[in-house]
């Protein structure tokens, strides 16, 4: 969570008498919490510590029982995402292929971890599964841009494009 300090949480009012409203329509049904963090991160992008309190809160729950649902399930996310969302291929055609490495030069160069933006919120990176590439093995995506048979010193020039 240390990194966390480093990106501000801008919600705005907007957003939480949106969340409010959400809460409100959901909190007495059975299971509420996963349509409502659903829900928040549709709205704000993510669920910062401030979006899991105001829910903590309103539900009367413990913010830790919160905090344990979002960290289970990887459709959430403690970090905004940037403009530019960096995806690798961690399945086994890309993996052998050496993605582990240019995974770990992507961190290097950003100075973040899987999961994580950096702090001027132009990055964030992410490793998925599959991009349905294999052929072209090892496999990242920007946004919606593919680049194929990389390797961890080509990852500094792809990067660049994007400054």
């Known amino acids: 969570m240390g990194s966390l300090k480093n990106i501000p949480f801008n919600g705005t009012p907007e957003q939480e008498a949106k969340l409010k ?5 959901l909190k007495d049904q059975r299971g509420a919490l996963m349509p409502i963090l ?3 991160q549709e709205i704000y992008g993510y669920l910062p510590y401030e979006v899991q309190k105001i829910i903590s809160e309103e539900l009367n729950i413990p913010i830790e029982e919160v905090y344990g649902v979002v960290t289970f399930y990887s459709q959430f996310s403690l970090y905004p995402k940037g403009k530019y969302k960096i995806s690798v291929c961690l399945g086994t055609a890309c993996y052998v292929k050496g993605s582990g490495d240019v995974y770990a030069k992507i961190q290097e160069l950003l100075g973040i971890e ?4 950096t702090p001027d919120m132009k990055f964030s ?3 998925c599964r599959c991009v349905g590439a294999c052929g072209l093995a090892p496999v990242m995506m920007i946004n919606d841009d593919v680049y194929g048979r990389l390797t961890p010193d080509k990852v500094k020039e792809i990067l660049d494009k994007y400054e």
């Open 125 to 127: 990176l992410d490793a």
């Open 21 to 25: 409203d959400v809460i409100a329509r």
């Open 38 to 40: 659903q829900q928040a």
């Open 114 to 117: 899987g999961g994580q933006c």
